[in-house]
């Protein structure tokens, strides 16, 4: 079913935040408003990737700070950016970020089991996408996901 990526990434974000109270502000940006095509896209896929990188922003980064969902489109693909002020993931661990059970050296007591990023991945890689971060040390992290515009 073609969808609305803007109005389903919106209400995804509005639920996200509800979830999260008033530790953190999630903000929803779209570049390009008036380009707005709906889309193909494998909606539990969707919501499964979003989820996970949106939680881990919330978890890796202090209270409140803010959280930003941007969604980018471009001719064959939509790009999205999930960005924190969070901890940051150090160099030295980056390299095994997607690996299951790998969890960065600075996550002090932070619950977690270190596998939501290797399904993510997972997932992605299988739809044809991809999936990078760009992170400093406490400053915070910015993942990308690009996915191709028709996913079924
Ligand atoms: P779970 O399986 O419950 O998601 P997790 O959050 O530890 O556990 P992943 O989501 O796979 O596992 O993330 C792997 C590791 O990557 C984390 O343990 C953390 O060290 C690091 N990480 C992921 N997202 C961020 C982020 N936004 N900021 C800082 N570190 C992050
Ligand atoms: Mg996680």
Redesign the pocket.
Known sequence: IPLDLSKFCSVLVHEIQLGAGSSHIINFLVAEENFEPKVLVDQKLLTHILI?LLT??I??SPKGSTIELQLIYQPEKIIFEIK?Q????PQK?QKQ?FNSF???SN?GDIP???????IVKQCIDLYGGTINFQSQINVG?IFTVTLPLTLV
Do not use: E, S
């Not at 969070?86 to 993931?89: D, K, L």
């Not at 977690?112 to 290797?118: H, I, K, Y």
């Open positions: 996970n881990n922003a978890k890796y924190d969070g901890i940051g993931i661990d970020l790998h969890r960065a996550v977690g089991t270190g596998l939501g990023l290797a992290t």
